[in-house]
């Protein structure tokens, strides 16, 4: 024989209780069957809705009633002969004529009570087993067998016990005698002694489909739901998440105590003492696997079988001195805990004894707090012990695997986990037996928590990172190809997983969860909403997603003054945008600490030097123990540019022009041709050898003639450059009198900075330095005579791009 049950899912409409009726009469063909079944899906919550709303004199009731027997009278339309429905009809009838008057009761009185709130509940299975008994009498011998016949409790009304004795002999009794090949029973309902219906439990209809299994002693226990099994984790937060073929009793138990929606808690114990193995199965998918419960561990790599978690969680804290060494204190704690029938979820303590910490739902804390201060007034009222603390809008981790016991530093790989992405752990409980790990986190870090967790140890280290960018014109154009490109690869070759959340303009801003589509993205953008750089990062905080980076490919000050937000959010920060690592020294600064502090990245290698590792390789020499003496450089692909391709036959105005139709200068040429930019870099790389300096420490000796210094747009500045041919045309002739060839240089020697044109000859290592190309000479104590020497292309959309796309990989392998 084998037990049956069907969720409200399965059965919520005849299509879907059609695909129930299927299945049972395949199994029927094989083996004797006992079906339980639930409610259809939400009638029990408009039940409870109804008799909170009679209760409170609210006369709507009626309606939620009329909706109730429209929903069971539309099934029985389409599931029954119309021969067969009269019968069927007068006892539902009955049953919604008995409905009302309890509920008309209600009203009447203005009050609702246990015993009166578990007759009312019971009409979902009532009603819904008696329809689809009759619709699988037309394909198998079937029998109705109301539940309540069988199982037996005591009067707790709401989630009454089980008198096992009894009920095992009942349905021992009744299942001896039956001769049909399938018994229907309602789920969720039973009796006491006096006839009175109780109920089992939200989730009851499980328990009582273990109850039927373990008095039968079925072969097997199938819970039929809408998932395929139990998942690694909820499906719903961790889209990852995959279904657990094999796990043990005690790791199913652990796994549905701690929120697995799937299996009710106590489902398992009456079939684990007979060794009944339960295979959770989807109705919807029959062909599945599916997970099975059984005494046997499977042996398997993986130490954890699931991430599951609890939400609307309080803790509460009681410590103080008066505590310490004293008997009876936890004692006394949880009797009070007892008294007023709260459930404790979660308990940890301190050795010392100086405090204990317990975990219950946020709905019992204000209660639970009165009563636990009025249990200890005597020992406050001394300031031997604190008034107990209350904390809200919690969440409970768990770890859940029968083979952690087994492994070493599961624990620390947990906590440094959640640690890296900003999640704060406020308590921990770890039982002796290794089977649970948990943590009380913020509600609100529960999806980043989950997704973390799930992606450290059941994704084949595969690490997820969300970006937000803003800026997206070449370089950020160039940036988002790269990642579509580059986006198999890295997934299959590096084992990491780049999705971009959110783009954003100076106009326009889109944000997706499931990551923006690179196809499509400009389309998008076109039609997202109004850009605010405050309303991003709201949304950024909202999401709360793990490995988030801010992505900066812009050159605005605005944009580079969040970035302290961003980081203390320990969401990590990528930037082709020099003003910040620039400003003053201060802010510099306390960008690193912020990085450091929240565990943040804070990357802007494509700061000087295009996609060229110039930061990458300073960072490494100082880390080593090196220290820079000296640096020369050429700094400016932009300058270089213009410089290398200015002639007699190629006017400065139109070169310029070029380099920025290239993409190798700023938004604001300016900002190139005064030396700003260059010193910025130069200022960066100072900085990051580890010396303290001020952009205005730094001699600019600018090139441009003051008037166009002075202009206040690209229109005029270009209009000042074609004033000005003559000033240029002049550095030119003079470069060629002295066989030089021009270049903007950054120099730092001896603790002075200074940037501006020199006339190089052509022993120089610059002389040569063709195109958009930059180099930087670092003079070290180890590279004394010959200097480290870094050249390259620096400037361009395509290199700044991949520069970024570096620091991005960089902040995935770590």
Known sequence: MITLKFGGTSVSNAQNIKLVLDIVQKKSKEDKLAVVVSAFSGVTDMLLEASKKAAQKDKSYREIISQIEKKHKDAIEELIPLSEQNELLSVINNSILELKTLLDGCFLLGELSPRTADAVASFGELLSSQIIALALKQKVNTAFKDSRELIKTNSDFGKANVNFPETNSLINNYFKTNNNQVVLLPGFIASDEYGNTTTLGRGGSDYTASIIANATHSSALEIWTDVNGMFTANPKLVKQAIAIENISYQEAMELSHFGAKVLYPPTIQPVLNSNIPIWIKNTFEPESFGTFISNENQATNNPIKGITHIDKIALLTLEGSGMIGVAGSSKRLFETLSQKNINVIFITQASSEHSICIGILNADADKAKTSIDKTFELEIAQ??????????????????????KNHQGISGKMFSTLGKNNVNIRAIAQGASERNISVVINEKDVKKALNTLHERFFEDNTKQLNLFVMGIGNVGEKFIEQIAQQKKFLKENLKINVRVIALANSKKMIFNEDGIDLKNWKQEVENGEKSSIQEFINKVKELNLRNSIFVDITANYDVANVYAQFLKMSVGVVTCNKIACSSEYENYKNLKELSRKYNAPFLFETNVGAGLPIIDTLKNLIASGDKVTKIDAVLSGSLNFIFNNFSDTYNFHDVVKQAGVEGYTEPDPKIDLSGVDVARKILILIRESGYQMEMENIENNCFLPDECMQTTTNEDFFKSLTKHENHFNNLLKEAKEKESRIKFVAQFDNGKAAVGLQFIPKESPFYNLEGKDNIVQFFTERYIDQ?????????????????????VIRIGNV
């Open 787 to 807: 200097p480290l020497i870094i050249k390259g292309a620096g400037a361009g959309a395509a290199v700044t791009a991949s520069g970024i796309f570096a620091d």
């Open 383 to 404: 300031n031997k012990i604190d008034p107990c603390i209350v904390e809200k809008d919690l969440c409970i981790v768990a770890l859940v695997g029968e083979n952690m």
